[in-house]
């Protein structure tokens, strides 16, 4: 049995599958036999090892790619992280166009898949019949909580999923880019699939004012958005009830029926990574999300400082030149604000991450892009943009878990898949899928994740994982499971800031 994971042979570290105490051995396989070395210090599970020497200055490779440099010689056994490994990443950079031959993915399916949902009128579906109730503005965010909180108890299990609020403290004092990003955002939100109906409320002397915000929305169904602006009525929450109560008659009219996965839209995000996250549930994301694409769907990314490092690989699947441009210019313009804020662009990972045994950018970002799969990106999308192209789409947006899923759902998700090995309860607008690197995360925190992907590492293979968490994913797309989000009553949004406040 092997004690640690060579991901390719031609890297120089493996993966610890269990923690490794000085002075005993480990064993791994390399070109289809099986090697073993003497561990030379106390090793974490999930970190990693020399599995020869690598003398200072040269490149520590892992997943077939470069990963940093050795600050110092390091033996065939040592352990490798921040003591004696450095990011050898630069600054802006300029790229070259190489774009790779097409990859067979071997999650193509024999025959179509189907779940059942909710078709609209403007062609958009959902896999949720929900009454969604978005403010243009965070001073009536309590207002909002106890509309959508009366109309839930009223209304839910009444040919609606429930009534929901995403409170967030924007909308006001704010000007420029910042309040487009704002108004943007929500506007898209209002027009997913998932929300049956929406009720729109102002407060009415905010920047971000209703007759605007219609004006982002386009065509408007009026019979799917009503609008409240609380100062010009007498009780907000009575006026508000009427108008959901409008809204729940329509939305009870939908009905599920079978849809096809070309259909669907699914985010991809990783948050809390460890040094397995590149082994286990990354690599199964990115086969649904080429099961996704190859159905005609459409897989949604986003997290572009976690690009850094590994960009490369996005821009080279770009399906003509000028798509090719655009990732280039997305990942520039993430690294010059990070430089126009005097920030340091590598500043990443965080301490949870290094905890679990990721030393540097590169190889949190060779471990997250995983997540992409193998298909061609055929579309970058800006900062509260609507999906609109089906294939991989790459959209701007930082690494943080909130914003990033809140961007997601506003480019269309209708779930997302976020994987985790340190695990966090929270959730986004739509179903949140969390899918574990470990099994003693998923143990342990049982009311957190939704799949565990650690019994890669048990004896089960990636072919019949993948097969059990795409049977999931139709079942929780067909409403006949829910995210752990979703039964514990964890649903926010987080709307990226970059301006100032008034």
Known sequence: MSHVILLQDTDNVAVALHPLTAGSGANYRLDGKEHGLEVLNDIPKGHKLAVRLIKAG?????YGYSIGVAVCDIPAGTWVHSHNLKTGLGD????????????????EPAAPLYFEGYTRENGEVGIRNEIWIINTVGCINKSCELLAKLAHERYRGQGVDGVYH?????????????????????????????????LVVGLGCENNQ????KELLGDLDPDRVRFLKSQAVEDEIETGLELIDQLVSRASRYQREPLPFSKLKIGLKCGGSDGLSGITANPLAGRIADTITNQGGTALMTEVPEMFGAETIFMNRAVNKELFQQVCHLVNDFKQ??????????????????????????????????????APVTGVLKYGERASLPGLNLIQGPGNDLVSVTALAASGAHLVLFTTGRGTPFGGPVPTV???????LAK????????????LLEGQSMDE????????IAALCSGKVAAANENNGFREIAIFKDGVTL
């Open 434 to 440: 969390k899918i574990s690197t470990n099994s003693e």
């Open 337 to 374: 604000y990070f430089v126009d804020h005097n920030q340091p662009i590598y500043e990443n990972p965080s301490p949870g991450n290094k905890d679990g045994g990721i030393t540097t950018l590169e190889e949190k970002s060779l471990g997250c892009t995983q997540k992409g799969g193998q």
């Open 210 to 213: 209703i007759e605007s915000f």
């Open 58 to 62: 040269e490149p520590v490779m892992k």
């Open 444 to 455: 342990r925190k049982k009311h957190w994740i939704d799949f565990n992907a650690g019994t």
């Open 465 to 472: 994982l993948h097969q059990d968490l795409q049977e999931y």
């Open 92 to 107: 802006v950079l300029e790229y070259q166009y190489e774009p790779s031959a097409p990859a067979q993915c071997s999650a």
């Open 166 to 198: 995403f409170a967030h403290p924007y909308g006001c004092s704010q000007l420029g880019d910042d309040l487009s990003y704002t108004q943007t955002l929500l506007a898209s939100l209002a027009q997913h699939g998932n929300a049956g109906g929406v």
